[in-house]
């Protein structure tokens, strides 16, 4: 990474970057001086680790927001890189073209043959254009279908890493269909006949996301976001300010917790210390650990089951059971 982006950092990470930097000054003058000053050293430490235990459990849904796009966090490229193991791409869509917003594959994660799709943003400004900025095109979608059908055919689990603003909403998109393209997705997916999980790394933006999101088992990591819209667009649909963001974000809610509450995910992949950005390693691990658990688990179910479970998972979403006015008994509004 660049020098610029190294010393990139959030308004809120701030004191604990300056707590930091004292304590790599004080590692550089303990090695060139050779005076043992090892004690200062372990008390700002431990100094950043609670300064950074009080910051990170307090963070707002605006910042919760940033930290999901903060230019080091890892990517999923990244991700397939360090999760999986002789990982072989393919590409095209067999209609039009190949969208390189969306990577996927075949590799394995541990001694487990799986489909990998993922959404790609890119990070240096030649890239970021490669990949469209993270938001997928039609034959994005269709790649990614046909890659589920392909994995469905010979029973390979498919996992699929979430990370975009939304879909493309561009003229040629449109034209080739955009919207029909990610609905057929999201009809088609409740009937690949293999289990699918998905993993939102960072952003999860509207229909973008769905479209390679119904699953039977999704997942987001700790500093990462799940929303019906991004905050800039609500911003721009409610008061025509996309400056308004950090206002439309906080009213969104759109952390992972909030999510779990109304059951749209089933769980959430802990993160290193102060966010994936901080350990890419450690984060790592605790993803891989967290996809091998729910594979296995799923690989147990008929397929019968499979498909009921997950639809069953998504018909509930929205589910109110409410008390009408003179009615003794509770109705369900779906």
């Known amino acids: 990474m660049s020098d610029l982006l190294n010393d990139f950092t959030l308004e809120f990470e701030k004191p604990v970057r300056a707590l930091e930097k004292q304590i790599e000054e004080l590692q550089e003058a303990e090695r060139k001086s050779e005076i043992d000053i090892s004690k200062e050293i372990k008390a700002l430490q431990k100094k950043v680790n609670s300064l950074i235990k009080e910051i990170y459990s307090n963070l707002t849904p605006w910042e919760r927001v940033q930290l999901s796009r903060h230019p ?9 890189k360090n999760l999986f193991t002789d990982f072989h791409e393919v590409a095209g869509d067999r209609f039009f ?9 075949f590799g394995y994660l541990g001694d487990q043959k799986v489909c990998v799709i993922g959404i790609e943003k890119g990070r240096k400004t030649k890239e970021k254009v490669i990949h469209n900025f993270g938001m997928p095109r039609p034959e994005g979608y269709r790649k990614a279908l046909r890659l589920m059908k392909l ?3 010979f029973d390979i689990p498919v996992i699929t890493l979430v990370d975009t603003p939304g879909a493309y909403p561009g003229i040629g998109a449109e034209e080739r269909g955009q919207s029909s ?46 929303s019906v819209i991004s905050p800039e667009s609500c911003a721009s649909i409610l008061w025509a300010d996309p400056k308004k ?39 790592y691990e605790m993803v891989k650990k967290s996809l091998e658990k729910e594979v296995k688990s799923l690989l147990k179910l008929s397929t019968k089951k499979l498909l009921e479970n997950r639809f069953q998972k998504f018909r509930k979403i929205g589910n109110h059971t409410i008390a009408l006015e003179g009615e003794s008994d509770l109705q369900v509004f779906q």
Request: glycine share 12%; charged share 20%.
């Open 72 to 80: 080091k966090r890892p990517h999923c490229v990244e991700y397939i």
């Open 245 to 283: 963001a950090e206002v439309a974000a906080n009213s969104l809610d759109i952390g992972p917790h909030k999510a779990l509450e109304l059951q749209v995910i089933d769980g959430i992949v802990s993160e290193s210390s102060g966010g994936a950005h901080k350990d890419p390693e450690a984060t």
């Open 97 to 105: 073209a190949n969208d390189q917003a969306i990577i996927g594959g």
């Open 181 to 226: 393209a990610i609905a057929e997705n999201l009809a088609e997916m409740f009937d690949i006949e293999t289990p699918i999980i998905s993993l939102v790394i960072g952003e999860g933006g509207s229909g973008g996301a769905l479209g390679i999101a119904i699953a039977d088992k999704v997942l987001m990591m700790e500093y990462s976001i799940y």
């Open 151 to 153: 994995a469905a055919r």
